[in-house]
C-alpha cells in the first residue's frame, strides 16, 4: 500500500512541476530595453577610453573602472541567458550602471592626472 501511494505521489508531483514549469515568467523587457543597456554599457566603456586618452584617469583608476564595467557586463549577459531579462533584472542592471556612471564622473573630474 505505501509503494502505491508513494508512486503516485511522486507521479502527481512530477506532472504538477511540469506544469509550473511551463509557465511564462510575469514580466520581461522588451528587446528594445535590453539594446538600451547594452548601448549604455558601450557609451560607458567609451567615457572610460576618453579618460584614459586624455589623461583624467590613472591607470589604477581606469583598471578599477574597467572591473567595474566588466560586472556589468556579466550581469547583461547573465539576464540574458535564459532569452528574457525580468524587470527585477532590468531594475538592478540599471542600479549598478547609475552608479558606474557617477563613479566615472568622480574619477574624470578628481583632480588626478596620468603622469
Excluded at 528587446?31 to 579618460?51: F, V
Aim: charged residues 35%; proline residues 2%; positive net charge.
Amino acid at each position: 500500500m505505501n509503494i502505491c501511494l508513494t508512486r503516485l505521489i511522486l507521479v502527481s508531483l512530477v506532472v504538477t512541476g511540469g506544469m509550473l514549469g511551463a509557465q511564462a515568467p510575469a514580466s520581461t523587457t522588451t528587446p528594445r530595453r535590453e539594446a538600451h543597456m547594452e548601448k549604455r554599457a558601450e557609451r560607458q566603456q567609451q567615457r572610460i577610453g576618453q579618460g584614459i586618452q586624455s589623461g583624467q584617469l590613472t591607470r589604477r583608476e581606469a583598471a578599477r573602472l574597467e572591473r567595474q564595467e566588466a560586472k556589468i557586463g556579466r550581469d547583461i549577459a547573465k539576464a540574458q541567458a535564459d532569452g528574457k531579462v525580468t524587470k527585477k533584472e532590468a531594475v538592478k542592471i540599471e542600479k549598478e550602471q547609475n552608479r558606474e556612471s557617477r563613479r566615472i564622473r568622480r574619477q574624470k573630474h578628481d583632480g588626478q592626472v596620468r603622469k
